[in-house]
C-alpha cells in the first residue's frame, strides 16, 4: 500500500531541497570544499557539459582545482525551484541559476553576467536523513563572451 504524503510533508521536502541549493551557491561561492561536497551523495553524478564527476572524491577534487591558487570570486543566484516527488525518499528537480565570476578580487566590475544555466537535478533521502544531490546536469543556456567552459573541461573558467 503506497503512503500519501500530506500537504505539509512536500511543504517540507520543498524547504529542504531549498536549503540544500542555497548551501550549494553559498559554499561555492566561499570555497568551502567539505561543506560542498557533503552536499552530494557518495555515489553523486555531476555533469557540466563534456566535464563528468561519479562520486564524491571526484567532485572533491573538482573544487578543489577550482580554488586552487586562484583570486576566483563568485556569485551564484539560483530561483524557479520546480519540484516533482518520485516517492518519499527520491524527488527530481530543476531551476535556475544566473552566475558572475571573475578572476579578481571584489569590488568586480562591471557586473556582467557569467553563465546562466538550468540545473537539472535529483535528490535523495540519504540513511541518516539529510537530503543531498544525487545527480546534477547543469545545461548551459546563456554564455559570457569569455566563458570558455566548465572548470575541469580543457578550460580556465567555468562553473
Same mark, same amino acid.
Not at 578580487?105 to 556582467?112: D, F, I, Y
Given at each position: 500500500?503506497?503512503?500519501?504524503?500530506?500537504?505539509?510533508?512536500?511543504?517540507? *521536502? %520543498?524547504? #529542504?531541497? +531549498?536549503?540544500?541549493?542555497?548551501?550549494?551557491?553559498?559554499? @561555492?561561492?566561499?570555497?568551502?570544499?567539505?561543506?560542498?561536497?557533503?552536499?552530494?551523495?557518495?555515489?553523486?553524478?555531476?555533469?557540466?557539459?563534456?566535464?563528468?564527476?561519479?562520486?564524491?572524491?571526484?567532485?572533491?577534487?573538482?573544487f578543489?582545482?577550482?580554488?586552487?591558487?586562484k583570486?576566483?570570486?563568485?556569485?551564484?543566484?539560483?530561483?524557479g525551484?520546480? *519540484? %516533482?516527488? #518520485?516517492? +518519499?525518499g527520491?524527488?527530481?528537480a530543476?531551476?535556475?541559476? @544566473?552566475?558572475?565570476?571573475?578572476?579578481a578580487?571584489?569590488?568586480?566590475?562591471?557586473?556582467?553576467p557569467?553563465?546562466?544555466a538550468?540545473?537539472?537535478?535529483e535528490?535523495?533521502?540519504?540513511d541518516d536523513?539529510?537530503?543531498?544531490?544525487?545527480?546534477?546536469?547543469i545545461e548551459?543556456?546563456?554564455?559570457?563572451?569569455?566563458?570558455?567552459?566548465?572548470?575541469?573541461?580543457?578550460?580556465k573558467?567555468?562553473?
Open positions: 500500500m503506497e503512503t500519501e504524503l500530506k500537504p505539509s510533508d512536500l511543504q517540507s *521536502i %520543498q524547504q #529542504k531541497i +531549498t536549503d540544500l541549493n542555497n548551501d550549494f551557491c553559498y559554499y @561555492l561561492d566561499h570555497s568551502m570544499v567539505d561543506e560542498l561536497v557533503d552536499l552530494f551523495c557518495e555515489d553523486a553524478l555531476y555533469t557540466h557539459g563534456q566535464r563528468t564527476s561519479k562520486g564524491r572524491e571526484e567532485i572533491r577534487q573538482l578543489e582545482n577550482r580554488r586552487g591558487g583570486n576566483r570570486s563568485s556569485r551564484h543566484i539560483q530561483s525551484l520546480r *519540484i %516533482q516527488l #518520485k516517492d +518519499t527520491r524527488v527530481t530543476q531551476s535556475v541559476c @544566473l552566475t558572475f565570476g571573475a578572476d578580487q571584489p569590488p568586480v566590475s562591471p557586473a556582467t557569467y553563465l546562466v538550468d540545473f537539472i537535478d535528490y535523495k533521502l540519504c536523513g539529510r537530503w543531498r544531490i544525487c545527480r546534477r546536469h548551459r543556456i546563456f554564455v559570457a563572451e569569455d566563458n570558455t567552459g566548465p572548470e575541469g573541461s580543457n578550460s573558467k567555468g562553473l
